[in-house]
C-alpha cells in the first residue's frame, strides 16, 4: 500500500540553522512527490513538486528513489517558515496520499 | 485571487443528526476533492470529483456519507447520521484538471459531533 511517513511530528531549530524535514515513502509505481504548507490561520497550499526541480522561499526537496526520500531542506531558517509542513504521494489520477505532518517552529 | 470557498466553517451537532457541507471550488476547476483531517494527522481523501463524476470514493464511508457535484460545480458533502468519531476537519480542493498535480484547498469545515 502507498504511504508516507514523517518521521518527527515536532521540529524546532534556531533562526539561520539549517532545516530538514524527513519523508519516506512507500510506492510501487513512478512516484510523483510533493510538500505541502499550512502557515497559522492559511489555508494548506502547496510549496514545491519534485518534478519542477525548483526551489521556492530556499526550500528544496530532491527525491531519492533508492532511499525512497524526499526530505525538504533549508540551509537558514527564518522565524517565518514556522508552519505545519506535509509531504505528499501522488498515485494515479493525482490521488494526493499525506503524511501526519512536521510542526516547524523557529525560535529566534 | 480566487480562491476554494467552503460553509460552514465550523459546525457543531449531536450525534445522529444529519449535517452537510458546501464546496465552491476555484472557476474552471474541472476536479474537485473532499479530505478529512484527524487532529494530529494528515488529510484523508474522501471523494474525488472529475465534473459531475465520481472518480474515487474508496475511501467515503458509504453508509453514512454521501458526496455529489450535479452541475459539475459546487459539491456537497452529508454525513446522516452523524457519530462522535465524525469530528474532524473537512477539507474541499480543487484542481484544473485531472491531471495537474496541484491542488488549492478551501479554508475547511470543522465539525464537533457530541
Not at chain 1, 10 to 35: H, I, Q, T
Not at chain 1, 43 to 48: D, G, K, N, T
Not at chain 1, 94 to 101: A, E, P, R, T, Y
Request: hydrophobic fraction near 35%; proline fraction near 5%; aromatic fraction near 12%.
Amino acid at each position: 500500500a502507498q504511504r508516507v511517513t514523517q518521521p518527527e511530528k515536532l521540529l524546532s531549530v534556531f533562526k539561520g540553522a539549517p532545516v530538514e524535514l524527513k519523508c519516506n515513502y512507500s510506492y510501487s509505481g513512478s512516484p510523483e512527490l510533493f510538500w505541502y504548507v499550512q502557515y497559522s490561520r492559511q489555508r494548506l497550499q502547496l510549496l514545491l513538486r519534485h518534478i519542477s526541480r525548483e526551489s521556492i522561499k530556499g526550500f528544496t526537496a530532491d527525491l531519492n528513489k533508492g532511499e525512497t526520500s524526499f526530505h525538504l531542506k533549508k540551509p537558514f531558517a527564518q522565524e517565518e517558515d514556522s508552519a505545519m509542513y506535509y509531504c505528499a504521494l501522488s498515485q494515479g489520477a493525482q490521488k494526493l496520499v499525506f503524511g501526519q505532518g512536521t510542526r516547524l517552529t523557529i525560535n529566534p | 485571487e480566487a480562491e476554494v470557498a467552503q460553509s460552514p466553517r465550523y459546525k457543531i451537532t449531536e450525534k445522529s443528526q444529519a449535517v452537510a457541507f458546501w464546496c465552491d471550488p476555484i472557476s474552471g476547476h474541472a476536479t474537485l476533492y473532499w479530505y478529512r483531517q484527524i487532529l494530529g494527522q494528515g488529510p484523508e481523501l474522501l471523494v474525488q470529483f472529475q465534473d459531475e463524476s465520481v472518480v474515487d470514493d474508496s475511501q467515503l464511508p458509504k453508509d453514512r456519507f454521501s458526496a455529489e457535484r450535479l452541475k459539475g460545480v459546487d459539491s456537497t458533502l452529508k454525513i446522516q447520521p452523524a457519530e462522535l468519531g465524525d469530528s474532524a476537519m473537512y477539507l474541499c480542493a480543487s484542481s484544473i484538471s485531472f491531471s495537474s498535480g496541484e491542488q488549492y484547498f478551501g479554508p475547511g469545515t470543522r465539525l464537533t459531533v457530541t
